[in-house]
């Protein structure tokens, strides 16, 4: 059974700082949205709030599993992670000094994902056999291509229900980001996932969305219905594809 996210009029900062106002979207199941903005415009914000690992001072976020909805609002990051919710994390955040098979297990977190830690990754090695084959070496020394799948894997090993990806375009170059869209899609569709990604590449990331929102200075300044109404909007069109 898919799994949903709601969010409903957040507001939330650091320290005196608010970054996020009166903020609502929604992940229906089994949808890949988009979250869109440039940097410092709130993306990593909503992603930190829906893990626990900020505290929103106003609204609420709940999650919808196997049939039951879930308030993540006093919960923390350890019980939202067993509940199958898996970050990709801005910038990888892998241990380097550990390889590659040690970061994926790592990833076996959740008692679920415990249980099947042998098939998971069976399954990680099948969809990136580049982590296969490198199975023994340090996570530190490899691309940041590399380094991307690794993060991408070590989030599958959870055996997530909803996957949220953050600014997974960050430190690669063109080719790579177009490869690590395509694979979030593939590894979507196989899984039943459903995922929500905060992005910056715009041009990306309409390739792979049903639907998104465009964030600006922290507030929802557009809801696009599909990725047809997102890449037809006048404020993406003007800002953020240079048309």
Same mark, same amino acid.
Request: glycine residues 10%; contains cysteine; charged residues 25%.
């Given at each position: 059974m898919a799994s949903s996210i709601r969010i409903e009029g957040i507001d939330a900062g650091y320290g005196a700082v608010r970054v996020l106002e009166d903020v609502s979207l929604d992940v229906n199941p089994g949808e890949t949205v988009v979250l869109l903005g440039?940097?410092?415009?709130?993306?990593?914000?909503?992603?930190?709030?829906?893990?626990?690992?900020?505290?929103?001072?106003?609204?609420?976020?709940?999650?919808?599993?196997?049939?039951?909805t879930h308030d993540l609002g006093g919960l923390s990051t350890v019980e939202i992670v067993d509940l199958g919710i898996a970050l990709v994390p801005e910038g990888r955040r892998l241990?380097?000094?550990?390889?590659?098979?040690?970061?994926?297990?790592?990833?076996?977190?959740r008692p679920t994902a415990r249980s099947a830690m042998k098939d998971n990754l069976a399954f990680c090695?099948?969809?990136f056999p580049r982590l296969a084959e490198r199975r023994r070496q340090l996570a530190g020394?490899?691309?940041?291509g590399e380094q991307q799948m690794l993060a991408l894997g070590r989030a599958l090993m959870l055996a997530p229900k909803l996957l949220l990806v953050d600014e997974p375009s960050v430190g690669l170059a063109p080719v790579l980001v177009a490869r690590t =869209?395509?694979?979030?899609?593939?590894?979507? #569709?196989?899984?039943?996932?459903?995922? $929500?990604?905060a992005e910056q590449n715009?041009?990306?990331?309409?390739?792979?969305?049903?639907?998104?929102?465009? =964030?600006?200075?922290?507030?929802?300044?557009? #809801?696009?219905?599909?990725?047809?109404? $997102?890449?037809?909007?006048e404020l993406i069109r003007k800002f953020y594809l240079g048309m």
């Open positions: 440039t940097n410092g415009n709130g993306k990593s914000t909503v992603i930190k709030c829906i893990m626990g690992l900020l505290r929103p001072t106003k609204g609420r976020i709940s999650v919808t599993i196997d049939g039951v241990f380097p000094r550990l390889s590659v098979e040690e970061n994926l297990l790592l990833g076996a977190f090695y099948e969809a020394s490899m691309s940041g =869209i395509d694979k979030i899609q593939e590894l979507k #569709e196989r899984w039943g996932l459903t995922v $929500l990604m715009f041009t990306q990331a309409l390739r792979i969305a049903d639907r998104g929102y465009v =964030i600006v200075h922290g507030h929802i300044a557009f #809801e696009g219905r599909s990725a047809a109404e $997102l890449a037809d909007n």
